[in-house]
């Protein structure tokens, strides 16, 4: 199959995957604060009471956590669309 048919049945795949990331992700890093912090909610950038380092750890590690969680499925969507259509999607 061409690399066109991997591309097309791949698109609405990301964007489902792409939701479903984002909700894990954002799962997984609150979870993952409450542990290393403490706290129930990770700081706003705007939360006059939470200093620049909390802030900016916060940030990083949200960042981190969304970057690899979407890799990951966006990795493990592109496996399943080639081995449903034979073409990688690109």
Do not use: C, H, N
């Not at 049945?9 to 609150?30: D, I």
């Not at 380092?53 to 592109?78: K, S, T, Y």
């Amino acid at each position: 199959m061409s690399g066109g048919v991997g591309r097309a049945a791949y698109k609405p795949v990301g964007l489902l995957l792409g939701m479903g990331a984002g909700v894990l992700a954002g799962a997984l890093f609150r979870q993952v604060w409450k542990v290393t912090a403490g706290d129930g909610e990770a700081p706003d950038a705007i939360d006059e009471d939470r200093g620049w380092v909390e802030i900016l750890a916060a940030a990083a590690l949200q960042g981190a956590i969304f970057a690899v969680v979407r890799a990951a499925v966006d990795r493990g969507g592109a496996i399943g669309v080639r081995r449903l259509t034979g073409s990688w999607p690109q």
